[in-house]
């Protein structure tokens, strides 16, 4: 690869309308140059575009809008943190292009086209804070730009290729689902926590974050000459996850448990050991309560979460049966038993009995249980289950003791800041946590 590529990113996808405001001059297919504010709308196979006066300019299949230099767009209530537990809107300005799709079922999809080195500068500072240490956001830019480019790869490799299978229940009352990153269909990465956030320049505040894109420049991680699908989640409570775990059954030899510490823990076998883990404290490098530093290594709405290596949440009978049939569009009935039936290295659950008078079923993986057993999600799978039982043994409430924040696999972004505030350099951070691998320049 000779050059940074181009990419395009999903702002807003399957929209009724859009709506912003461009600050500069914009250059429109076959329509000239537009300013100020903008909304669209999606027709059967056009796109109506308007001006701020809601006059109507143009109809077309698709709308390309080129940004002259210094020229940026904004767009309006823009949803971040889709389906998890700080949902909400906001509006965010970007850099570069915006294109403007129709999709068959009328809506509209808004699709930021830009060199891939921006779209870093925004990705590390809207993941973490700009303020992070200059050594953590390092990390993250050659992070972000692997997992980006094997991304693109893996892409361009499936062009053409039978779309996989669906993921359908294996066999009778069991469902094993997986949330991935093939199927944007318009552009090629999205721009909320389903890819890697992307909440435009507004984020970048620090010098600090060009810096870190500008001294990474190309660089990547690398195992046996391929580019590394580069995974990362918040907290992983002490241990990573093995990849199988959350995604596709196969073994990523640099996506494989480790310990989160300066000494090694074992991986979690049995219920007991779970339980012991789970409830003990151990010494790991995000297991911090340093309110000063997360404060500097976290955006404003992740401080929000509180208490992220260990948590509890307590139900009711009644309200974990409504959650249930609300997640899972199934009725259980009364709820009798939450049982984990596999989980992996760090304790995440990937398989996961629900039994109830009416129906019992077997759930998986990571991120479905978690979509299951919260009306947004849990913090991760890595729980144990208590059921606080009447004298009849019947199931009053539930409390669900748990570890981490996310998915746990791969890089552990608290952990890898506090190695940084340490003085670890970059290259040890990244080795730490993708065994095996090797960091060099694409381009």
């Given amino acids: 690869m000779n050059n940074q590529p181009k990419i395009s990113v999903g702002i807003m996808d399957r929209q009724d309308g859009v709506s912003g405001c461009f600050h500069g001059a914009f250059h429109g297919n076959g329509f000239g140059a537009v300013s100020g504010r903008f909304s669209a709308k999606a027709r059967p196979d056009l796109i109506v575009f308007s001006d701020e006066s809601r006059r109507e300019i143009v109809r077309l299949p698709s709308i390309r809008l080129t940004a002259e230099e210094n020229s940026t767009f904004e767009l309006f209530q823009v949803t971040i943190g889709t389906r998890f537990h700080w949902e909400r809107k906001e509006d965010q300005t970007f850099r570069g292009n915006l294109i403007l799709l129709p999709r068959e079922d009328g809506t509209i999809t808004a699709v930021n086209e830009i060199p891939l080195e921006d779209y870093l500068r925004s990705v590390i500072s809207s993941e973490m804070s700009a303020d992070a240490p200059l050594e953590f956001l390092k990390v993250h830019a050659v992070l972000s730009r692997s997992w980006l480019l094997a991304a693109l790869a893996r892409k361009k490799k499936m062009a053409g290729a039978?779309?996989?299978?669906?993921?359908?229940?294996?066999?009778?009352?069991?469902?094993?689902?997986?949330?991935?990153?093939?199927?944007?269909?318009?552009?090629?990465?999205?721009?909320?926590?389903?890819?890697?956030?992307?909440?435009?320049?507004?984020?970048?505040?620090?010098?600090?974050?060009?810096?870190?894109?500008?001294?990474?420049?190309?660089?990547?991680?690398?195992?046996?000459?391929?580019?590394?699908?580069?995974?990362?989640?918040?907290?992983?409570?002490?241990?990573?996850?093995?990849?199988?775990?959350?995604?596709?059954?196969?073994?990523?030899?640099?996506?494989?448990?480790?310990?989160?510490?300066?000494?090694?823990?074992?991986?979690?076998?049995?219920?007991?050991?779970?339980?012991?883990?789970?409830?003990?404290?151990p010494e790991a490098y995000?297991?911090?309560?340093?309110?000063?530093?997360?404060?500097?290594?976290?955006?404003?709405?992740?401080?929000?979460?509180?208490?992220?290596?260990?948590?509890?949440?307590?139900?009711?009978?009644?309200?974990?049966?409504?959650?249930?049939?609300?997640?899972?569009?199934?009725?259980?009935g009364e709820l009798k038993e939450i049982v984990p039936l596999r989980r992996g290295p760090s304790g995440r659950i990937r398989q996961l009995k629900i039994v109830g008078s009416k129906k019992s079923m077997v759930v998986g993986k990571e991120l479905e249980i978690r979509r299951w057993l919260s009306r947004s999600h849990l913090f991760s799978s890595a729980f144990i289950v208590e059921a606080k039982r009447d004298s009849r043994g019947k199931a009053e409430r539930f409390i669900l003791r748990g570890a981490g924040w996310g998915h746990g696999v791969g890089l552990c972004q608290i952990g890898a800041a506090v190695m940084a505030s340490r003085g670890f350099p970059v290259e040890e951070i990244l080795k730490h946590y993708f065994r095996g691998v090797e960091i060099k320049n694409i381009y």
């Fill in 162 to 281: 039978p779309l996989p299978a669906p993921q359908i229940p294996e066999k009778e009352g069991e469902i094993s689902r997986w949330y991935d990153r093939e199927d944007h269909d318009l552009f090629d990465v999205c721009a909320d926590d389903h890819c890697q956030r992307y909440q435009g320049i507004q984020k970048i505040v620090s010098a600090q974050t060009e810096e870190a894109v500008r001294e990474t420049f190309g660089r990547i991680i690398a195992y046996q000459g391929e580019i590394c699908d580069a995974r990362y989640s918040k907290a992983c409570g002490g241990l990573t996850e093995d990849f199988d775990t959350a995604w596709e059954d196969k073994r990523v030899p640099y996506l494989t448990s480790i310990s989160d510490a300066p000494t090694p823990y074992l991986p979690i076998g049995t219920e007991e050991e779970a339980d012991r883990w789970i409830l003990s404290g």
């Fill in 286 to 332: 995000c297991h911090t309560e340093d309110e000063q530093l997360l404060e500097k290594i976290l955006p404003s709405f992740d401080r929000e979460t509180k208490g992220f290596f260990r948590w509890t949440i307590e139900y009711s009978r009644g309200e974990l049966e409504e959650i249930l049939r609300a997640k899972s569009g199934l009725d259980f």
